[in-house]
Each structure stands twice: as C-alpha cells, then as structure tokens.
C-alpha cells in the first residue's frame, strides 16, 4: 500500500509541473488584443502631461502629451459612446498614468463610468500615422506612378545582317 501512495505522488508531482510549465507559458504569450501591439512593454503617461486625446474607437484613444509625445491607449473593454462623450479624464493614485493600474473616467454621456486601460505605448511619428490609417482617420499616401512621355532619342538605323557575316569570313 505504501507503495501505491508513492506512485501516485510522483503523477501528482509531474501533473503539478506541467500545469505550472502550462499556466506560465500562458501568461507569457497572452496578448491584450489590441492588434499588433507590442504588449511585453508597456510605457506610462505622467498625468499633468496630458494635453489632449483622440478617439479611433470605442476601445483605442492617441493621447497627446507635452513634448509633442504620443501615446497609443487600449482600454480592457469597449467604451461604447466614447466618441460622443465630451470629455475624458484618468485616474491614478500616482500621477502617473500607466497600464493596468489607471483607469479612464468618462464625463458626458456616461457620466461617472470608468474603464481600466489594458496597455500604453508611446508612438513615434510613422506609428502615429499607421494607427490613423488602420482606425480610418486618415487616408494613405499614394504615390502615384508618372504617366510614361515619349522622349525624343537618337535614330535607329538598321544595318545589312549580311554584311556583317561576310567581314567575319575573310
């Protein structure tokens, strides 16, 4: 019988390694489901920074700091009639705004509503301009192609294929 209770802790001991192997590798390869972006990392906001927002959709905002410093902000859960609110604010107990500890506080239409943000990533410029073209705020830049003109070369002149057979035979 003591052998059978030693069986079964050496199962209950690999079980209890591969749920742990299994619950770790989860957590490293969770992402917020914010499209792409990079969720390892994630940057704050100091809050008397902030200087305006911009809303591509109910659940991502571009926060615009001093500095002329932009941030990519993804909420945890869509904040429907985010685009009809008349103003936003965060909330933090450090003056810093950072993901998963700020929350956004809504005033207007959802007076007093408030939703964690999930992640912060500040954008450089050709970020910036993606995330406008990927939410449909700004339209691409198309390089249009030039319309191919005649160009005025030199004449060509079609010499006697013969002739040159018979040079290279003497």
């Known amino acids: 019988m003591y052998r059978i209770f030693e069986v079964n802790k050496n199962i209950i ?20 489901g914010d499209g792409g972006v990079d969720s390892s990392r994630s940057d704050c906001i100091y809050q008397p920074s ?9 659940s991502n905002l571009i926060v615009s700091a001093s500095g002329r410093r ?5 909420l945890q859960r869509r904040a429907h009639g985010l685009r ?3 103003a936003i604010g965060f ?13 956004v506080l809504f005033e207007g239409n959802l007076d007093g509503e408030s939703v964690r943000i999930a992640s912060i990533r500040e ?9 406008l073209i990927r939410f ?5 830049e198309i390089e249009q192609t030039p319309v191919p003109q005649e160009v005025k070369g030199a004449e060509v002149e ?10 290279s035979v003497d």
């Open 158 to 167: 079609e010499l006697d294929p013969g002739a040159d057979e018979e040079s």
């Open 123 to 131: 954008l450089s410029p050709e970020d910036e301009e993606d995330l």
């Open 84 to 86: 009809s609110n008349w």
């Open 70 to 74: 932009q941030y990519h902000v993804v």
């Open 50 to 58: 902030i200087r305006g927002y911009s809303v591509l959709d109910d």
């Open 91 to 103: 909330k933090s107990s450090t003056g810093k705004i950072c993901a998963p500890f700020a929350e």
């Open 136 to 140: 449909g705020k700004k339209e691409p």
């Open 13 to 32: 001991n690999k079980l209890v390694t591969i749920l742990s192997v299994c619950s770790l590798s989860a957590c490293a390869g969770t992402n917020a």
